[in-house]
């Protein structure tokens, strides 16, 4: 049972186009949603990350969309880079919760 | 800020060994996890342990023990290796606490490998 979903699962766009990334979640106590950058070799690194009681949180070019009612999110890359060349994972955990639950991850390819 | 430190970086094995990966935290963080990597299946729980001396299992505990030896280590025990087991193996603390939510910093993984 696969409670975090992503899609898809690989992305390529162009140097300066904006790659959107999604994720679902079947679990409604789920309200912590962190996004995870991992590069070739090390571990996954915290990137950008929102709580349920928001709809929007932005922090530079990385933007997350939450919409609560349909168990949905969604990472905006804006004037994507290729640096920003990396598989990324959404995670979901509850308050307080111990167990995070990775999604299966989107292999993004920014091409210059 | 710390490091979470994985050793061996390449662990290889035969089939049927018993094999231990080891980790290393230095954030002073209380809670620890072991997840594994396979390509395509994203990143999935083994153990976790919220506080030294305890051990919770996670989705994917079959086959594998863990150690909580100090607060700043956490031992995982592949009992049987397999060859369907090659897989990197990660990693992370965390201080769950907080209120902004449960962020985890994670090592560099380790690869198991089985001949």
């Known amino acids: 049972q696969q409670q975090v979903r992503q899609s898809p699962q690989s992305l390529t766009v162009w140097e300066g186009e904006t790659a959107i990334l999604n994720c679902s979640y079947e679990n409604s106590a789920f309200d912590y949603f962190p996004w995870y950058q991992q590069f070739p070799g090390e571990g996954p690194a915290l990137l950008i990350s929102i709580l349920s009681v928001s709809d929007k949180k932005e922090d530079g070019r990385f933007t997350i969309f939450f919409n609560k009612r349909e168990k949905k999110l969604s990472l905006h890359i804006a004037d994507s880079q290729p640096g920003d060349s990396a598989t990324y994972f959404c995670a979901a955990t509850g308050t307080g919760g111990y167990k995070v639950v990775f999604g299966s991850g989107t292999r993004l390819l920014v091409s210059p | 800020g710390g490091i979470i430190t994985q050793t061996p970086k390449f662990l290889i094995g035969q089939e049927g060994q018993k094999l231990t990966l080891k980790c290393q935290q230095n954030f002073n963080h209380d809670t620890m996890y072991w997840y594994r990597q396979d390509s395509g299946k994203g990143l999935r729980l083994i153990y976790y342990?919220?506080?030294?001396?305890?051990?919770q299992k996670g989705d994917l505990s079959e086959g594998y023990d863990a150690s909580r030896e100090k607060k700043s280590s956490f031992s995982l025990t592949v009992t049987s290796a397999q060859k369907n087991e090659m897989a990197v193996f990660l990693c992370a603390s965390s201080s769950p606490g907080q209120p902004s939510g449960n962020t985890l910093y994670f090592g560099e993984g380790s690869r198991l490998i089985v001949v």
């Open positions: 342990s919220i506080t030294e001396n305890d051990l």
